[in-house]
C-alpha cells in the first residue's frame, strides 16, 4: 500500500484514539525532523533548524532495511557522526529518542534547544515546563515544587516521589529526598522524563517516576561555549563549556556561577556548579566513561507567608526566617563510573558512584546533615529476533545505599545553639527489574516486566535525653507492569499499560505533637498506587500531538493528616485517587507568510494542557475532598514567528483558570491566575544565539506556589508569591 494509502486507511484509527484518550502534549518537534520514528513527547526550541551544516551530523532516516536488520545494529550506526564515532556510554539524543519511544506510557525527552538558548534556563521549571502532568514552580531561587500525577503533594519542603537522575547517577538521597538546587539546566544535553512505573530500569518505586538529566561528552557537536544571561532582580549567570577528542580519549567540563538578590525580602543567594567527565574507548564496542559533578550552593529563604500577605505585599519575607536567617546551604561532590560493553545483539552498561553531601539549614532549628550515598548498577539490553519475531529484553540491578549524620541545634539568629536531637539514619535499597516487548505483530508490541524493591531503614538515635527514637523497617515490594504498543505508521504510535508503584516511606514521614497521634517512623507503611494508562502520539512535519489519559489508585498515599504548630505531619491516607489528562500539541498553524520555498517563514503553536482529579476515596475523615496542592487546570501555551534566518518572536501564556485547595478539609484555596510574557531571539543552529524575554508583563500578583496543611484558617502561613514583572536576556557562542 502507498505511503498515503496507508495515512487515510489510518484515520479512521486516529478518530477511535482519540475518542479514547484525550490530547496529549506533542513534543514541540522540529519540522525537518519528523521523518525518523517517533519520539513520545519532544520538546523543541523555538528556532527554525537549517539544513546544514548541522543535519550532516544526524542520522537519516532509517531504510526498511535497517528496520528489519538487528536493532543493536541499527543503533550502533546512529552513534556514528560525521566526525567519526560516538560515545557509547552516552547516547546521542536521537538514540535517546528511539530508546525512551519503546516505552507504552507516558514519557518525555526535552533536548537543551528547547530551552537553553531562548530562556534564562535558571530553573527545573524552565526546561520542564511544557511537558504535561508536570506542575513545577519555583518558591524562591532555584527550589522548586515539583509534581508529576500528583507526586509528592504533601512534601512542603525538598522533593519528595520523583526520582532524580545525573547521567543514570542518583541525585536524591538514599532515603528518597532530593533538592533541585543540585541541578544545572545549562549542564544538559537533554533531560529524559519517565512518569510513574514507565520508570522501571530506575526502579519503579515512586509515585512520579523518574528525571535523568544528560550531559554532553567531548565528542559531541560545539563541545566549546560561553554564555552570558542577565536580568531583574539582581539576577546574573556566567557559564562556560569545553571539550574534545583525541584518539581514544575524549573530555567534557562545563561550570556556571550565578547570583540574584531575588524578587522577595530575605531570598538573595548564589550559586556555583560544575560537571565533567572523561571517557576511553577501548574498542567501537567497549567504552568506560568517569563523572563528576560538584555544587556551592548559599541560598537565603524568604518563607511561606499567610494569603493576605502574599496577595498584598509579595515582596514581603516571613518575620520569622528574617529574624532566624533561614538559609539552605549545600555543598555536593559526585564522583561515578560508567562501562558499557556491546556484543553482537547484546549491550552490557555497569557502573558504581559515591556522593558527599553537606547540608547546612538553619531554619526553626540548625539542621547540619552529613551525608554518604553510594551504590553501583548494571543493565543488560538484548534485540534479536527470535523465531522471525522481534524481542527485546531489558533486565537489570541498581543499589542505593546511603547513611546520614543528622544533628539538629536551636536557631540562635542563624548561629548554632545548643544541641537538640542527633542521629545515624542508614538507608539500603536494591532493585532488580526485568522488561520484555514481544513484537507478535510487525508493528504491535506485547510488553511484560516486573521490579522488586528490597530497602531498610535504621536509625540509630545518639540523644537521648528525651527518649530513644531508635528503629528500623524492612520493605519487600513487587512491582509488576504490561503494556501494549502500537507503531500504526512511522510517525503515530498507540499505547495502553497498567503499572504498580510502590514508594518507601523516608525518615521524614512521621507524626507527633500536641494534640495529634504519635506514630513514629517505624510505624509509616509503603505508598502503593496501580495505574491505568492510554494514550497516543503522533509527529509529522507541520503538526505534533500527544494525548494520555490515567487513572492511580493508591493504597496508604503519604499525605498531610495532622498537624501541629503549622508544621505539616506525613504519614499514610487509606485510599485516594489520583487520575487525569495530559495533552499537547504542536502545529505550524501559518507558514509562507512572507518567505516561501523550500524554506519558509512559519507562526509555531506550541501547547502543554494538564487535567488534575486528584482526591481522597471514602475517606473516614475526609470523605471525597479534593487533595491539595495541584491545580485542576494547567496551561502553557507560546506562539512563536518563526523565519528562516533564525529569528524569532512571539507571546506566551501561563494559566491557572481555577484555585485549588491548600487543606485536606478544603477549606482554604490559593487564586487562579494568568501571567502574559514576550520572547524574541536569534537562533539558526549555528555557533551564536540570543534572546530577550519578559516575564509577567502585567506585573500580576499572584501565588506561585503553596505548602499543604491538614486544616487551614485564614491565618496559616502557606503561601509563596510570584515573581513580578521582569526580564531576561542572554547571548551563547559555541563552537
Same mark, same amino acid.
Given at each position: 500500500?502507498?505511503?498515503?494509502?496507508?495515512?487515510?486507511?489510518?484515520?479512521?484509527? +486516529? /478518530?477511535?484514539?482519540?475518542?479514547?484518550?484525550?490530547?496529549?502534549?506533542?513534543?514541540?518537534?522540529?519540522?525537518? *525532523?519528523?521523518?525518523?520514528?517517533?519520539? @513520545?513527547?519532544?520538546?523543541?526550541? @523555538?528556532?527554525?533548524?537549517?539544513a546544514a551544516p548541522a543535519r550532516s551530523q544526524r542520522t537519516p532516516v532509517r531504510s526498511t532495511r535497517a528496520r528489519t536488520a538487528a536493532p543493536q545494529q541499527a543503533a550502533r550506526s546512529q552513534g556514528e557522526g560525521a566526525s567519526g564515532p560516538g560515545a557509547l556510554t552516552v547516547l546521542t539524543a536521537q538514540q535517546a529518542l528511539a530508546e525512551i519511544n519503546q516505552t507504552p506510557g507516558g514519557v518525555a525527552l526535552v533536548t537543551a534547544e528547547a530551552y537553553r538558548n531562548s530562556t534564562p534556563a535558571s530553573t527545573i521549571k524552565d526546561v520542564l515546563d511544557y511537558v504535561p502532568g508536570i506542575f513545577a514552580q519555583p518558591k524562591w531561587s532555584d527550589d522548586t515544587r515539583l509534581s508529576i500525577r500528583g507526586s509528592g503533594l504533601s512534601r512542603n519542603f525538598h522533593l519528595r516521589g520523583v526520582q532524580l537522575y545525573m547521567d543514570g547517577?542518583?541525585? &536524591?538521597?538514599?532515603?528518597?529526598?532530593?533538592?533541585?538546587? *543540585? /541541578?544545572? @539546566?545549562?549542564?544538559?544535553?537533554?533531560?529524559?522524563?519517565? #512518569? +510513574?512505573?514507565?520508570?522501571?530500569?530506575?526502579?519503579?518505586?515512586?509515585?512520579?517516576?523518574? /528525571?535523568n538529566f544528560v550531559t554532553p561528552t567531548g565528542r559531541d557537536p560545539f563541545p566549546n561555549g560561553v554564555s552570558v544571561d542577565m536580568g531583574g532582580f539582581g539576577y546574573k549567570r556566567f557559564q562556560a563549556n569545553a571539550g574534545g577528542a583525541n584518539g581514544p580519549w575524549d573530555g567534557f567540563v562545563t561550570?556556571?556561577?550565578?547570583?540574584?538578590?531575588? $524578587?522577595?525580602?530575605?531570598? =538573595? +543567594?548564589?550559586? &556555583?556548579?560544575?560537571?565533567?567527565?572523561?571517557?576511553?574507548?577501548?574498542?567501537?564496542?567497549?567504552?568506560?566513561?568517569?563523572?563528576?559533578?560538584? &555544587?556551592?550552593?548559599?541560598?537565603?529563604?524568604?518563607?511561606?507567608?499567610? #494569603?493576605t500577605s502574599a496577595l498584598t505585599n509579595p515582596e514581603a519575607a516571613a518575620p520569622a526566617n528574617v529574624a532566624m536567617d533561614q538559609q539552605r546551604n549545600i555543598d555536593t561532590v559526585r564522583l561515578a563510573n560508567k562501562t558499557t560493553i556491546r556484543f553482537d545483539?547484546? #549491550?552490557?552498561? =555497569?557502573?558504581? =558512584?559515591?556522593?558527599?553531601?553537606?547540608?547546612?539549614?538553619?531554619?526553626f532549628q540548625w539542621l547540619d546533615y552529613r551525608y554518604k550515598d553510594y551504590g553501583g548498577f548494571a543493565k543488560v539490553t538484548d534485540e534479536r529476533f527470535i523465531g522471525g519475531f522481534r524481542n527485546r529484553l531489558v533486565a537489570g540491578v541498581n543499589v542505593l545505599n546511603g547513611s546520614i549524620d543528622n544533628q539538629q541545634f536551636a536557631n540562635i539568629a542563624g548561629q548554632k545553639g545548643a544541641l537538640l536531637s542527633s542521629s545515624i539514619d542508614r538507608s539500603k535499597n536494591t532493585s532488580v527489574y526485568v522488561e520484555d516487548s514481544f513484537y507478535f505483530l510487525p508493528s504491535v508490541a506485547a510488553i511484560a516486566g516486573t521490579q522488586f524493591l528490597h530497602a531498610t531503614r535504621n536509625r540509630q538515635d545518639r540523644f537521648l535525653s528525651n527518649g530513644d527514637q531508635s528503629g528500623a523497617t524492612r520493605f519487600n515490594l513487587w512491582s509488576p507492569k504490561t503494556g501494549l504498543l502500537w507503531q500504526i505508521d512511522p510517525t503515530w504510535q498507540a499505547f495502553a499499560n497498567v503499572s504498580r508503584s510502590a514508594e518507601v516511606p523516608s525518615f521524614g514521614e512521621s507524626s507527633n505533637g500536641p494534640g495529634i497521634p504519635t506514630i513514629p517512623f517505624t510505624s509509616i507503611r509503603a505508598q502503593?498506587?496501580?495505574?491505568? %494508562?492510554?494514550?497516543?502520539?503522533?509527529?509529522? @512535519?507541520?503538526?505534533?500531538?500527544?494525548?494520555?489519559?490515567?487513572?492511580?489508585?493508591?493504597?496508604? %498515599?503519604?499525605? !498531610?493528616?495532622?498537624?501541629? $504548630?503549622?508544621? !505539616?505531619?506525613?504519614?499514610?491516607?487509606?485510599?485516594?485517587?489520583?487520575?487525569?489528562? %495530559?495533552a499537547g500539541a504542536g502545529a505550524a498553524v501559518f507558514h509562507d507568510l512572507f518567505v516561501m520555498g523550500s524554506a519558509p517563514d512559519k507562526v509555531w503553536l506550541n501547547l502543554a494542557y494538564t487535567y488534575n482529579d486528584f482526591r481522597f476515596d471514602n475517606d473516614a475523615t475526609f470523605g471525597n475532598n479534593q487533595l491539595p496542592g495541584a491545580p485542576r487546570h494547567y496551561l502553557r501555551a507560546e506562539l512563536l514567528y518563526k523565519h528562516p534566518t533564525g529569528l524569532y518572536i512571539g507571546p506566551n501564556v501561563e494559566w491557572v483558570p481555577k484555585a485549588y485547595f491548600v487543606d485536606s478539609m478544603n477549606t482554604l484555596t490559593t487564586e487562579p491566575y494568568a501571567l502574559l510574557g514576550l520572547k524574541a531571539g536569534f537562533d539558526n543552529g549555528g555557533p551564536f544565539s540570543a534572546y530577550v524575554e519578559g516575564r509577567n508583563l502585567t506585573n500580576r500578583i499572584y501565588i506561585a506556589s503553596a505548602s499543604i496543611i491538614d486544616r487551614a484558617t485564614a491565618a496559616s502561613t502557606l503561601f509563596e508569591p510570584g515573581t513580578g514583572r521582569t526580564v531576561y536576556a542572554g547571548m551563547r557562542y559555541r563552537w
Open positions: 500500500m502507498s505511503r498515503l494509502g496507508l495515512l487515510q486507511s489510518a484515520s479512521a484509527r +486516529g /478518530i477511535l484514539l482519540a475518542s479514547l484518550s484525550a490530547l496529549s502534549l506533542p513534543q514541540l518537534a522540529d519540522a525537518q *525532523e519528523s521523518g525518523r520514528e517517533l519520539p @513520545p513527547v519532544t520538546v523543541d526550541s @523555538p528556532r527554525e533548524r537549517r547517577i542518583p541525585i &536524591n538521597t538514599a532515603d528518597g529526598y532530593g533538592d533541585f538546587q *543540585e /541541578i544545572d @539546566p545549562t549542564a544538559y544535553r537533554y533531560v529524559e522524563v519517565y #512518569k +510513574g512505573g514507565n520508570a522501571l530500569q530506575f526502579g519503579a518505586n515512586s509515585l512520579g517516576g523518574a /528525571i561550570a556556571s556561577t550565578q547570583a540574584a538578590d531575588g $524578587f522577595r525580602d530575605h531570598s =538573595f +543567594g548564589s550559586s &556555583n556548579r560544575l560537571s565533567a567527565n572523561v571517557g576511553y574507548q577501548f574498542s567501537p564496542d567497549f567504552e568506560t566513561r568517569f563523572y563528576l559533578n560538584a &555544587n556551592e550552593v548559599r541560598q537565603r529563604i524568604p518563607g511561606t507567608v499567610t #494569603k545483539q547484546t #549491550k552490557v552498561e =555497569f557502573g558504581a =558512584f559515591g556522593v558527599d553531601r553537606h547540608l547546612m539549614h538553619p531554619i502503593i498506587a496501580t495505574t491505568y %494508562e492510554i494514550g497516543t502520539r503522533m509527529r509529522r @512535519p507541520d503538526y505534533s500531538w500527544e494525548l494520555t489519559a490515567y487513572r492511580a489508585n493508591i493504597r496508604d %498515599e503519604l499525605l !498531610c493528616l495532622y498537624s501541629a $504548630f503549622g508544621n !505539616c505531619n506525613v504519614t499514610n491516607a487509606d485510599r485516594t485517587i489520583h487520575q487525569g489528562i %495530559e
